[in-house]
């Protein structure tokens, strides 16, 4: 046995002394006092236009919070072809990935990705690490969790971080972009005001989690304009520094409402109020130019007209038990005239892109996983799009390839064009793939990132944006590349289709902080507009009937509107020039604010080249404990946890020790996982709890999907190393296969678990155990079928857990457990109260029935009823209370509460 003791602590030393040599080649830094940029090594241009941008608008955002932060790591993530941005201010990181958003998504308003991104991400950080005083002392004993900032409400903790992206340009951020204006006009409208609570708890209706951003930015942009911008600094050094602080999430009003009214004189739910009646006056006269079509609400992101049919892409959550949920992805077939509906196409995972029809057959993209990525955290695997060909007569669908696909077009001759953004510069470069062929090759490169392509003349037409600039509408000329700038404006102009004579085009722009529909004549190289006033978005033309369709937004959600539209439209003068931030008093952009563009080539900026050691440094212990205790087989342990991670997210570690008063003595347990040899996931653990026990684990994924059918296979294998009343050396391989479909998904699992006396074990074994499970869902139900089966005659250990009902397993190691289970949707309470924070948001009911079936004991069955409430509280935290009626086999009848947080680290 010692020698397998000895082999584990060997190889875990050969992995911690390989470590800061592991990422040298695939991970590269550039670093100034205040940033550490973590970059793989080809994207170095990016790295540093990164670098440049943020220590450009630093000192104006220091400013504004208040606060100043030296060697912040950020990682700049190639994922594919996703967008995102995400700060940790308890480990000290934030995450960026590369790819800028599409032109329909809500972040899409950004004359620079990494400006945008990058200022929200940082502001975060600023605020939430903005702590003195006693909190301060407290954060230095106990940790980083005690930064008293990141106890504040999500509409304080996004807030600023929305008007900060909206406030270094009129041109960029979700404030300045006109779709946040359309959501709070429809619910003033409706008269669905959002109350607190909902812009706190986001509960499952639209917007969902995006009103937190919602919500919270419109109520900051209100205080900023009504009591002055200096005032949120001080809102933020004093939740930073007084001690209530603490109990805010719990009372706000001996908290965040004293702080309130200390700064504006008004508490939260009286400046909330106030907001409300500000914005009644500002949007009284929102309407929308056009009739409404559809009901769902919810996200439609494409529209188009096709032979007699409107289709759309439309994306909505089924909500199945408490605190789960799952979104489903459709293609949907609208006949205009009668209202009816095909659902043509069903998807887990999202769809992209703009679909296109040609000969009678629709394409569309699919986003899903794909291997060839470097980035450990991920396991090598990134975001790519498969593009599909559905026949649309027989019903049938083709796949054709996957890439990084960002637009896409069939030209009518066998190929699909189609863009990609260059990895290591700024634009795109096309694509034609011969579907006959199942081949692809360059067609050209742009300095233009080429968001939304047609096929046109003897070229394209596409919506696609120049660097630091958003998304404009060109003509490009496929023999000649001579690139023609048709409407360019400092707006947003996106979503053209093509009329069918190619005289003319319409679009969607949001001039002004408003969305609407315009055409463009080629003939005259006029513009004019379709609609007025309201949000109109994504428009398509039955030119046939002239009846415009378009997008647009009420309290639910996207829905479908029609126009009749007769002639041209209004003539409409486009503004082509940006205008100094200073001179727009309707934009977020403050007199002290830095305005224009980073110079990404500055000299007077000093960068250093760091190494891989960078990233190992930010494993050095801090002071973060996880947990004051632990239960350990139904018994409190006493005592603190600490975890860690480096920059990289390619190791972690965490390790705790605990009073065992049963047994007057520490106990301890230990963990280490490295992923430094991706995908491969490796692991180490020790504990002694009952027994002394070390492990080493590995798990490789074999496939990786989101989409539709088997979504994730890994094999792996299990070392454990026991002492206890035997010595005993454990291996155990096993697979694991899931699958997934809207409404159908499950797993299978199957482990081997062994020892052998010539393999340091007192124990000959060989045991099987599996899982399975299998889940229909509803809209707001779902039906389980659960199983475990076990065959291990050798085991020392019963193998089975107690199913409900019953106090104790039965003891055995062989035999079946089974389980049915009916979830539904009992009640939508929505309602909350703000001291104590408290919100309910849905209740729901299940009805079950489990049995054991084991080898020498008695059968265990039972049957029962459950009811859970989703409660959420402490501004953020979900709790799941229920209670459970159980009647079993012997007829013993039971009620138990039942409590948990649904939380996953």
Known sequence: MRRANKAGWFILAVIMFYIPFAGAEAWKTLKTD??????????????????????????????????ELLHLPFILNDFGSISNGITDPIFYKINLYSYPPSATDEISYSENWFASVGIHEYVHMLHLRKTTGFNKFLVDLLGDPLNSNILSPGWIIEGITVYSESRYSPYSGRLNDGRYDAVIASRINEGKFPAIDEATYAPMQFPDYSGIYLFGGEFTQYLVKTYGEEKLEELYAMYGRRVNAY???ALPGLGLDVFLHEIYGKNSNQLWKEWEEYEKIRLADYKI??????????????????????????????KTAAFESEWIYEIVRRDPVSGEEKILVSQTAPIKCRMHFNDGKLYYAVLDLEKGYTVASNLGYGYQSSLYEFNLSIGETRYLFNDEIRSFAPDGKGNIIYSLDRKYSFGSKLMEYNIELEEAHEVGKFGLLIDDLLIYKDGYLVSAKSEWRNFSIYSINKETGYVKPLVDTPYSEISPELSPDGNSFIFAMNHGKQYGIYRYNFNNEQVSSLTEG?????????????????LSINSGGYDIYSKKVEGEGNPFTLETSSKDIKDDPSSMAVENNPFGKPDIYNPDLKITHGSYMDNVRTM??????????????????????????????????????????????????????????????????????????????????????????????????????????????????????????????????????????????????????????????????????????????????????????YDYPPMAVNGIMLSAEYTKLLWHVRKGFWNPNVYIEDVFGSLFVEAVFPED?????????????????????PVDVGLRFTINREGDAGIKFLIGIPLSF
């Open 247 to 249: 109990i805010s999430p």
């Open 857 to 877: 004991a008695d059968m265990q069955y039972s049957i029962g009823a459950e009811i859970h409430a989703e409660i959420k509280a402490l501004f953020w935290v």
């Open 620 to 805: 050095l212990p801090g002071v973060l404990p996880v947990v004051l205790g632990k239960i350990e087989d139904n018994r409190p342990l006493i005592g603190l946890g600490y975890r860690e991670q480096d920059a990289l997210e390619e190791n972690f570690y965490q390790a705790g020790i605990y009073w065992d008063y049963d047994d007057s003595e520490f106990k301890y347990d230990a963990s280490f996982t490295t992923l430094i040899f991706s995908p491969i996931s490796l692991s180490f653990s020790y504990k002694n709890f009952d027994e002394e026990r070390m492990g080493i684990s590995f798990q490789l994924p074999l496939r990786r999907s989101i989409k539709n059918g088997i979504g994730n296979i890994y094999v792996g294998m299990g070392f454990d190393k026991i002492e206890d009343f035997v010595d005993r050396f454990e291996l155990e391989p096993y697979l694991y296969v899931d699958f997934k479909w809207p409404q159908l998904q499950g797993y299978a699992y199957i482990a081997v678990p062994f020892e052998r006396n010539d393999m340091w074990s007192d124990i000959e074994r060989t045991g099987i155990h599996g899982q399975f499970y299998l889940a229909k869902l509803f809209e707001e139900s779902r039906v389980e079928l659960y199983g475990e089966t076990y065959y291990d005659p050798d085991n020392p250990y019963v193998t089975f857990d107690n199913i409900r009902g």
């Open 534 to 550: 309201g949000f109109a978005f994504v428009p398509t033309i039955d030119y046939k009937n002239s009846i415009l369709y378009f």
């Open 289 to 318: 130019d056009g009739e409404r079509m559809t009901g769902q609400g919810w996200y439609i992101s494409d529209l188009k007209f096709n032979d007699g049919f409107v289709y759309y892409v439309r994306r909505y959550p089924i």
């Open 34 to 67: 205040h940033f550490t940029v973590f970059y793989q090594y080809p994207h170095e241009a990016r790295a540093k236009e990164l670098l440049y941008t943020l220590e450009y608008y630093r000192p104006a955002y220091e400013s504004l919070l208040g606060n």
